[in-house]
């Protein structure tokens, strides 16, 4: 079974200042990662994924995340963050194109302080 | 381009009253699913949707039902609500399953009391 680690509940950070969240996974086959960012009273949006190819990531707002098979990870970096990234980011991964085993971490809190 | 859209927004429920949650998308999409979002524990899947015409239980099912009622609409149902039900319920979508990523409603907040 597929499992995700998210080291970090809670990352305060001060605006302007770069960041990286933590994630880390479980899985015996190939994977497919994703991240997700929800803001206040919001449903979750994608951020970014990984399917295959380059391992460093590009996402929306700034955001990337590189694949680093050998430590079964998936980390999100930027490099100067904004008050407006103040939101819970969520990893994610999942071994089929169907959807029953696409699993969550358990979320980490971004606060971006002034 | 409204997206997920999910009805109620906020919900309050005594024990053992039924409900259902609505979620429709617009996007021609064949895969739905519903989450609970509960502190802590990230996501979990009740259910999902991989196609029209098909339904299949997720991690935590127990307590719930679903209907694809067609290819734009997924409904979940609590028929006797518990306290242990009270959560954030999300809607997914996605064009054909995960490696797609989803794209989520914005919630329904459910207390039961």
């Known amino acids: 079974a597929q499992s995700v680690t998210q080291l970090d509940s809670q990352v305060p950070v001060f605006e302007e200042a770069p960041v990286e969240l933590r994630c880390n996974y479980s899985?015996?086959?190939?994977?497919?990662l994703f991240w997700y960012v929800q803001y206040p009273n919001q449903g979750l949006q994608l951020l970014l994924k990984y399917l295959s190819g380059s391992t460093l990531v590009k996402g929306i707002n700034g955001f990337e995340a590189e694949f680093n098979k050998s430590q079964t990870s998936f980390h999100l970096r930027k490099p100067s963050v904004h008050i407006s990234d103040t939101a819970e980011y969520f990893c994610a991964v999942t071994d089929d194109n169907y959807g029953q085993n696409f699993v969550f971490g358990p979320g980490t809190r971004l606060s971006v302080l002034p | 381009n409204a997206g997920v859209t999910q009805t109620p927004k906020f919900q309050v429920l005594k024990t053992g009253q039924s409900m259902t949650l609505q979620c429709a998308q617009d996007m021609n999409h064949n895969s739905m699913y519903w989450y609970r979002q509960d502190p802590g524990m990230g996501l979990r899947l009740i259910y999902y949707s991989a196609s029209e015409g098909t339904t299949d239980k997720g991690e935590v099912p127990n307590g719930y039902n679903v209907s694809r009622l067609n290819k734009r609409e997924f409904s979940l149902r609590l028929e006797s609500a518990a306290p242990s039900q009270t959560s954030v319920y999300f809607c997914?979508?996605?064009?054909?399953?995960?490696?797609?990523?989803?794209?989520f409603g914005s919630g329904t907040r459910l207390t039961v009391v």
């Open positions: 899985s015996s086959v190939s994977v497919y």
């Open positions: 997914a979508s996605s064009a054909w399953g995960g490696s797609d990523g989803y794209t």
